[in-house]
């Protein structure tokens, strides 16, 4: 597969990334560099093979929680005990580039 | 006493014994900080005020008469994409060029409990990415070996510091061989955990499913002593697992004689540099005179590791940095009007063009219509090689093979061909994506005197195994 100029300004549209002229030519030719190399991929038939998006899904320790995400979250201890405390507002407040006493302050959201 | 050249237990025990004391050993490595690194480049922020009251603290124990804890008054860096509360953390980006966390890293947490003395935070690729440390936003770090050359990346930093004596042990992260290989270029021990066995809780995320926090040390005993301290279950990361910890420094000394190694063809093709290849194979038949057993075994699956392992370290790139938007912390544009014109101009602003590259091609393997052709693609060719480790550990206790295929190359010498660069992990990135442990010790120089690295694989959770190699191989 090959990405063009469109595919380019599709994804960092999707990926909010503003790109100069310059960088979407560089952009497109490193994605079609990489590309053709990921497409060796294609050699192996793969219809037959679980896919694996975590390492503990495999060996995990406990198999109750094997396989599934969303169960191994459920048990997190600190959930278990009740929400772990939030930061102090100030302390969450103290990186923001801009914040007044309460709140991040951002420009007009309504607006795209 | 030369105060540069001690080890974890040397330097330990001397502040023990009253013969030095942890503020003068502190002091000595700022100073040698101050001396080397100006060349070099390995620290991004230092942490004088910090180090000297944990060090002073650590003094008034030993006047006490107290013992010290395992890493009382040793001097140590931390790479910086782990947090430290209260103190800059950048991740090598300029989008948190002024960002201090509000809280610990736990494996950092742990290294201070254990009485380390943090000298400050280690230079390293942007967020992590890249094979050479020339990707930082800041500067690029030096092979204190030989400063024309790079040090390896992404824990570059880490990795130089050791090297020069500026720090006693550091901590660094490996998502793609980042520990490993920049512990071949500078010719230290570079370990990297089981995956689940060092919380990742406050390092800051490249790659979720591959990210792993391990050592950079002189020693292989050093290596075990860190990986004691930092290794177990921490409620704050759900991936860390719940496996005890054995005392991994007591498990060298365990019966070395009757293991076997298992040696893959696939590691010693096309590609890998004479010289590399002969101290390699030197290293191999010295553990057999050793006593160990040569077993050949096979990964057949190893030429796709480079393309599956971009696909899904970037995918979760694409993810994890999308929390980069200038609301909360980090750079934010001037003068935007709109909201989305705010993200996407301080992402601009704030991104490295590796950081872009990354985030692009992850955003389009994700994507609609991609997302079977190669996210999910790459996702099951990871389960096939895995299947190739737990087939070979079948057979074997261990498996060894070159950590990187050539020595540290040129500054500039790959950063214009993002293949070239990711082909030098060509040899790490399987571990971490079947998420085994893997140790990486020094094996020898080139001629021109460059260090080459002997990696030593091995089982989930069964670090004590290439511990025990490496340090067979080490005393030997």
Redesign the interface.
Known sequence: ?K?TDK??A???E??????TAE?RG??LR??N???A??D?????D?SD????????D??G??ESRQGSERF??A????ILEGLRKS?PQA??L?????ADEEF?R????I?? | MELNSLTIEAARAAVQRREVTALELAEAHFARIKQEDGQIGAFLTLSKERALEQADRMDRMAAEGKTLPPLGGVPVGIKDVMSTRGLRTTAGSKILENYVPPYDCTAVARMEAAGAVVLGKMNCDEFAMGSSNENSAYRPVRNPRDLGRVPGGSSGGSAAAVAADMAVATLGSDTGGSIRQPASFCGVVGLMPTYGRVSRYGLIAFASSLDHIGPLTKTVTDAAIVLRTIAGRDPMDSTSAEVPVPDYVAELEKPFRGMRLGVAKEYFGEGLNDEVRQAVEAAIDKLKSLGCEIVPVSLPHTPYAIPTYYLIATAEASANLARFDGVRYGHRARGVQTLSEMYRRSRAEGFGAEVKRRIMLGTYALSAGYYDAYYLKAQKVRTLLTRDFDEAFRKVDAIVTPTSPTAAFRLGEKSNDPMAMYLADVYTVTADLAGIPGISVPCGVTREKLPIGLQILGKHFDEAAILRVAYAYEQA
């Open positions: 597969m990405a595919d380019v599709y994804v960092a999707l990926a909010n990334l503003e790109l960088e560089g952009m490193d994605l560099s990489i590309l190399y990921v060796l991929l294609n050699e192996l793969t093979v679980p896919p694996m998006a975590q390492v503990s495999r060996y320790v406990d191994v979250y048990s997190r201890e600190d930061l302390e969450a103290a990186n923001a580039p801009d991040f951002v420009p007009k959201v607006e795209r």
